[in-house]
T-cell receptor, first 113, second 115 residues
């Protein structure tokens, strides 16, 4: 079945550091890929999505590029701020997932003072 | 702007009690969901409900049941809570089961603590 792997459970950075959170997927065809962000005390909210190879999604300074060759959708931000502290989820919706989102395990981003 | 509303925000109860959580969406969506988020932040879908069609995650214990009066409301009932039910329960909605252009929108969650 379809699956999403986020390798980092937690990332600790200082303000203005460069962020990369890795996301790899396994699915047939061209699944739609998503990044969600969840701030403390809130539900997950969509950052952006992409559905074609080489398509770039972006929002609030975050971006990720759909790469079918490496089956990846890594999240990047050039300069993180304290307000970016949150849990980030990669997810996919594929042909075989019965219309459900398949979620990664989440990555907690901590910005050190 | 929150358009999926969950009540209560928090609930503390004892093992064996029955609890019920409410969810309402004002978006005119046809499909609603319940997710469980554990202490490690893992998200697992429990139910999806579309036009009276219920899709159940087969791993959900039978003490959990969704209750819907109309397409704007999907409540979650737990008949006899157990310690492992302590979690955040998240409600979400989408335009339909085959949503293509709009990903599900989530409420803020209900945090359940079972003593």
């Amino acid at each position: 079945g379809d699956s999403v792997t986020q390798t980092e459970g937690q990332v600790a950075l200082s303000e203005e550091d460069f962020l990369t959170i890795h996301c790899n997927y396994s699915a047939s065809g061209y699944p739609t890929l998503f990044w969600y962000v969840q701030y403390p005390g809130e539900g997950p909210q969509l950052l952006f999505r992409a559905s074609r190879d080489k398509e770039k999604g972006s929002s609030r300074g975050f971006e990720a590029t759909y790469d079918k060759g490496t089956t990846s959708f890594h999240l990047r931000k050039a300069s993180v701020q304290e307000s970016d502290s949150a849990v980030y989820y990669c997810a996919l919706k594929g042909m075989d997932s019965n219309y459900q989102l398949i979620w990664g395990s989440g990555t907690k981003l901590i910005i050190k003072p | 702007e929150t358009a999926v509303f969950q009540t209560p925000n928090y609930h503390v109860t004892q093992v064996g009690n029955e609890v019920s959580f409410n969810c309402k969406q004002t978006l005119g969506h046809d499909t609603m969901y319940w997710y469980k988020q554990d202490s490690k932040k893992l998200l697992k879908i429990m139910f999806s409900y579309n036009n009276k069609q219920l899709i159940v995650n087969e791993t959900v214990p039978r003490r959990f049941s969704p209750q819907s009066s109309d397409k704007a409301h999907l409540n979650l009932r737990i008949k006899s809570v157990e310690p492992e039910d302590s979690a955040v329960y998240l409600c979400a909605s989408s335009l339909g089961l085959r949503w293509d252009n709009q990903a599900p929108l989530f409420g803020e969650g209900t945090r359940l603590s079972v003593l």
